[in-house]
């Protein structure tokens, strides 16, 4: 069904890896204190536009993020949601607001995420094992390691330094452990937010990682009559939409 597996930015790492000691995800501790209604969408998009890591993203994705928009039918049909980042109250979460609109995922749902013993991490990195030998598997990380960084990180017995060390992204790397990635792409300029910050890269990655990238282009052709709908799509969507892409293009 899938010609490739494409992560990007995964916090997959492996179980040496000290990872709750980062500063990134100390600073996920205070979600639950973060701003979470607006009185509309245009109010949300003025806060959020101000306010890290919002305001260094791409304009067009923050957009999407935030407005509701409407797309011609072909479009359509590759867009799952068009209400990304925020949704109308009342909701199941705030059931006593009435007026404005919330974040769709709620900062349980994100605090969650940072929160666990890392026990999900590790199987993730235990069933990569076996995947190699049916797809390929790809690597986008951004090139600035603001996730995982640490002054000093201990990984398979291994001391990196200084801070922005990718020692911890690299513990996954293991070829006796049958790891070996199809590709490891690290975008300039970017961290964590590679795909908010760096869409048309991504999206670029994306399309370079499926085998079948000739076999795409012709099938969009027939479709859309010019491939570069194509590159303006993947130039105007968020990450889930460029992810989508990937699956709805592949076989």
């Not at 996920?28 to 949300?44: C, G, L, M």
């Not at 791409?58 to 867009?79: A, C, Q, R, W």
């Not at 890392?118 to 690597?139: D, E, K």
């Not at 690299?170 to 964590?192: K, L, N, W």
Request: net charge positive; charged share 20%.
């Amino acid at each position: 069904m899938f010609d490739s597996l494409v992560l990007v930015e995964t916090p997959i790492h492996h179980p040496s890896a000290e990872v709750h000691h980062t500063a990134m995800y100390k600073a996920f501790a205070t979600v639950d204190n973060r701003h979470d209604i607006w009185t509309s969408r245009e109010a949300a998009k003025a806060w959020l536009g101000k306010r890290f890591p919002w305001k260094v993203w791409d304009l067009e994705v923050l957009d999407i993020y935030v407005v509701s928009i409407g797309l011609p039918v072909f479009l359509s049909l590759l867009i799952v949601a068009q209400n990304h980042g925020l949704r109308p109250l009342p909701t199941a979460f705030y059931p006593d607001k009435t007026d404005g609109v919330t974040l769709s995922a709620t900062w349980v749902d994100e605090n969650a995420a940072y929160s666990k013993d890392g026990g999900t991490s590790f199987t993730a990195l235990r069933n990569l094992n076996t995947l190699y030998s049916v797809v390929p598997v790809h690597l986008v990380y951004g090139a600035k390691n603001d996730l995982m960084c640490v002054k000093t990180s201990l990984v398979n017995n291994v001391t990196h330094s200084p801070s922005r060390s990718h020692g911890i992204q690299d513990s996954i790397i293991d070829a006796d452990q049958g790891r070996t990635f199809a590709s490891i792409t690290r975008v300039p300029e970017t961290g964590h937010w590679v795909s908010p910050l760096g869409v048309v890269l991504v999206a670029n990655r994306l399309l370079i990682a499926n085998r079948c990238y000739k076999r795409l282009r012709k099938r969009w052709r027939t479709h859309c009559g010019r491939f570069w709908l194509l590159r303006f799509h993947c130039t105007s969507c968020s990450w889930m939409k460029l992810l989508y892409l990937q699956i709805v293009l592949s076989d």
